[in-house]
């Protein structure tokens, strides 16, 4: 968090995150011959990004971090507070959320850009509970930091 990343710094993470991912798939193919089954909450592995405070991140630079994690079984937090993001980039973690189940959290807060109708599109996306008022958008823990509880159905 806080370490001045750019679009180049967020491709770069993602770039660890797939070199992650063949690492895992390696460990486990060599550990499946051995005893047959393998228990993945002993693997090693990144299951944590934190990237907070890095508004020069911007929307490119989690488009691609988005990319990589579509297809990341490992990955379940992933920190973007303050990174510059807009709608746009909540699309990006929308269209993510479609293909990658495994994934917990996404903290999208103090991102100014993002609207109210793009946190709406997120939030449900993320299962968090939404309240209606007349005032506009009532989130029931009062924030942008929603836990996915995905819906069956989906």
């Not at 592995?45 to 989690?62: E, K, S």
């Not at 479609?98 to 993320?126: G, H, Y």
């Not at 309240?131 to 836990?147: I, N």
Request: glycine residues 8%.
């Amino acid at each position: 968090s806080g370490c001045q990343l750019t679009g180049r710094g967020f491709l770069a993470v993602a770039e660890l995150i797939k070199f992650q991912k063949i690492q895992r798939f390696a460990d486990s193919w060599k550990h499946s011959l051995r005893y047959g089954e393998v228990d993945t909450a002993k693997m090693l592995g990144l299951r944590h990004v934190l990237l907070n405070a890095n508004p020069r991140a911007g929307d490119d630079g989690l488009q691609e971090l988005t990319e990589v994690l579509k297809e990341d079984e490992w990955i379940q937090q992933v920190h973007v507070r303050n990174c510059g993001l807009t709608d746009d980039g909540v699309k990006f973690l929308v269209d993510c959320l479609n293909v990658n189940k495994t994934i917990e959290k996404f903290d999208i807060r103090d991102n100014a850009a993002v609207s109210e109708e793009a946190c709406r599109e997120f939030l449900i996306k993320l299962g968090v509970e939404l309240e209606s008022s007349d005032s506009g958008l009532s989130f029931k823990d009062s924030t942008l930091e929603g836990s996915t509880k995905m819906k069956q159905s989906e």
